[in-house]
């Protein structure tokens, strides 16, 4: 996304960073979420709770674990060797020291490249400094939710597993044509996976197994859902206006 032209107040507890910040989609407010899990009170709820993290902890820790391959999407294959180097960095512990590139919002949408140095992987927390601990301007804990963060890249060979199971577990399936830009040359084709947590759609050009890896961004353009499931994130990607769209009217938009 492009960098905003305009200067937005910072939200509370976030720092006056602008030149960090990034185009802002135009969702519905949400704010950034505080660091209380529901752990921190008592009750059956809490328990229940305590339950859900618990299974949660045993699909994403133990499935990135455990070496993995599809034919549709190559890039989140887990090989036996990042694996094993995940089992032996991570142990016993549940809280998995990482170095990943993100993207954080605030309370006003707009965007900080950050680096992420640890994962909750109980609670799905992520520790994140802006724009890392070098010169931080704001360090806190963010849930691994797409309406705050995006994964953008791991840089560290012992955590690739954990990463990509993390993008995994943020996919949906999706039938939609779509047209994507490469160099200037547009291509269409069908994204069949849209990648919430990576903001990516993975799109098939109906001559390869393999799906291409395309960014949600202005050289994407969206041309028609196709099934019911996905029809909410499609619509709601056509509001943000950060990608392009082709209405019912065949002309091409930029909302």
Known sequence: PKLCRTRAAPAKGLPDASAHVRRAPLRSTTRLP????????????????????????????????????????????????????LRQHAGENTTIQVEWVVDVADNNLNWFV????????????LR???????????????PLDPKTIHLLECCDSKSIALYKQCCREGSIKCKWTVEWCIDGAW??????????????????DGRNVALHEVTIDENL???????????????????????????????????
């Open 34 to 85: 505080g660091t209380r899990c529901s752990l921190d009170k008592t009750g059956p709820h809490s328990l229940a709770a305590a339950g859900r993290m618990e299974r949660q902890k045993a699909t994403t820790l133990s499935a990135a674990c455990q070496a993995s391959a599809t034919a549709q999407l190559p890039q989140l294959n887990i090989s036996e060797k990042e694996a094993s180097s």
């Open 114 to 125: 950050a680096t992420a140095y640890s994962v909750d992987t109980v609670r799905r927390v």
């Open 128 to 142: 994140v400094a802006i724009p890392d601990r070098d010169e931080p301007t704001w360090e806190g804990d963010l």
């Open 187 to 204: 291509f269409s084709g069908e994204a069949l996976y849209y990648g919430r947590l990576a903001n990516v759609v993975y799109c098939s």
């Open 221 to 255: 353009r969206l041309v028609e859902c196709l099934d019911d499931s996905s029809r909410g994130d499609f619509e709601e990607l056509v509001v943000d206006g950060i990608v392009k769209w082709r209405g019912p009217d065949g002309d091409d938009h930029e909302l």
